[in-house]
């Protein structure tokens, strides 16, 4: 059974239960099925330009942390233990653009405090284990984005303590 099939009997099955709510049409399905988890355009553009100002770091590469914790952020900086989130406003619930789906709201409340909960669970993992973390919207602009991970990575490098600044 291929990988695309298991995953669409996985999902009626959970349709079936009442656990996953039914697409309400085609189209609905096909826009969220296109939900990119990472490789998304505001996360291309800070990579990019990051890239050329002469900055090399891993994609989505796994951190195994000491308590058991897994991350994958979306940049990392591994020798100065950075690690930038590029959070979609939808998904992590934007104080300014996220909000509350109407359609289907007993499944999507819960997910999202769950996402936003998740969120701040892995930021005390990293943080304990002594990582720099950042947060960046999708709808902030390159340019504050970019001026945010260099700002971070010039005062690590030069030994300031930018852990408070938050």
């Known amino acids: ?89 939808f998904w992590h619930v934007c104080p300014d653009h996220g909000r509350q789906p109407t359609t289907n709201e007993w499944y999507w409340s819960p997910k999202l405090r769950r996402n936003v909960e998740r969120d701040r669970t892995v930021n005390q993992s990293l943080t304990n284990a002594g990582w720099r973390v950042l947060r960046v919207w999708e709808h902030e602009e390159l340019q504050d984005a970019v001026a945010a991970v260099v700002d971070t990575l010039h005062h690590l490098e030069h030994g300031f303590d930018t852990s408070a600044e938050d």
């Open 1 to 89: 059974m291929s990988d695309k099939s298991s995953r669409a009997a996985a999902r009626a099955r959970a349709h079936a239960s009442g656990t996953y709510p039914a697409p309400l049409n085609a189209g609905r399905s096909r826009n969220m099925q296109a939900n990119r988890r990472s490789g998304t355009k505001p996360e291309a553009a800070l990579r990019s330009a990051l890239f050329k100002l002469g900055y090399r770091y891993r994609k989505d590469f796994l951190l195994r942390l000491g308590d058991g914790v897994k991350v994958k952020p979306d940049i990392v900086f591994t020798a100065r233990k950075v690690a930038v989130f590029i959070d979609g406003c």
